[in-house]
């Protein structure tokens, strides 16, 4: 047999060989996510893609997806409350309310159930607050999503508008301070967590005797000056026009819709 037939005959069989090495690693590929998959079925409510910590993140972050990542785990696994990954844009932008350990699935425990008034800020603004009274800002009937216009009176007696489309991202009133007992001991926790959250607004406070302390509102950053200045001058007032109001009431209604949420799932879960 000459050299070339050889050699002809050994590439055969190494070709063959080779083919026969692939094609058995990729039969062991398929059995072995065959038998992964039949493991996963087997678990009591099937599989859930879910957003679990990188690293650790610590109490009171702001959540953002690049602090997770999708996994798909068993449902038997998974504690109660847990968030699929396709629900994370309800609390996207929350922070957590306590520590989130590295591999920890994110559930709702882990995250404050209202976005904090000052996260909701927009790129190029900043949060300011200024004294307030009943006078100068529509009777202290100030509520957080109101979009009012600053306007300011100058020493010669005429008044100048300042700034347009304001947002109220919060306030406070002295009857929050000066009314003894406003909650029990027991409520403590809750009450810290409103005073967190900016849920309590002059909506749910006492009518008698409250009157307006102060308001927090978010300012393009080109404004903050101006507006500081006014604000020390003591002349600036809050001015809510007609066209405002819509967006207001549309806050006002989605916040109680999300309050309804919250006491629906809180009673399904005492269930």
Not at 10 to 37: D, R, V, Y
Not at 48 to 64: P, Y
Request: proline share 3%.
């Amino acid at each position: 047999m000459s050299q070339k037939r050889r050699l002809v005959i050994s590439l055969a069989a190494g070709i063959a060989a080779a083919l026969c090495a692939s094609l058995f690693l990729w039969s062991q590929a398929q059995s072995t996510a065959q038998t992964q998959a039949e493991i996963v079925e087997q678990f009591k409510g099937g599989a859930k893609q879910v957003l679990v910590a990188r690293e650790h993140i610590a109490s009171g972050t702001v959540l953002s997806l690049n602090l997770f990542e999708e996994q798909t785990w068993p449902g038997i696994c998974l504690p109660e409350g847990t968030l699929v990954a396709a629900d994370f844009e309800k609390v996207e932008g929350h922070r957590t309310a306590t520590t989130i350990l590295a591999g920890e699935a994110l559930s709702r425990a882990r995250v404050f159930d209202k976005q904090l008034p000052l996260d909701r800020l927009s790129e190029g603004m900043t949060a300011v607050t200024l004294p307030a009274d009943n006078v100068h800002a529509l009777g202290g009937e100030l509520l957080r999503g109101m979009r009012l216009t600053l306007m300011a009176a100058t020493p010669n007696g005429r008044v100048t508008e300042l700034a347009t489309y304001i947002e109220v991202l919060s306030a406070n009133t002295s009857a929050i301070q000066n009314t003894p007992n406003l909650l029990a001991e027991n409520d403590s926790v809750e009450n810290s967590r409103l005073t967190l959250t900016g849920a309590a607004d002059t909506q749910s406070l006492p009518h008698s005797g409250e009157s307006l302390h102060w308001v927090t509102l978010s300012i393009p950053n080109n404004q903050v000056e101006q507006v500081l200045t006014a604000a020390r001058a003591g002349m600036i007032h809050l001015v809510l026009p007609k066209e405002n109001l819509a967006s207001a009431e549309a806050q006002g209604s989605e916040n109680e819709f999300e309050a309804h949420e919250d006491d629906t799932a809180s009673s399904e879960a005492g269930e």
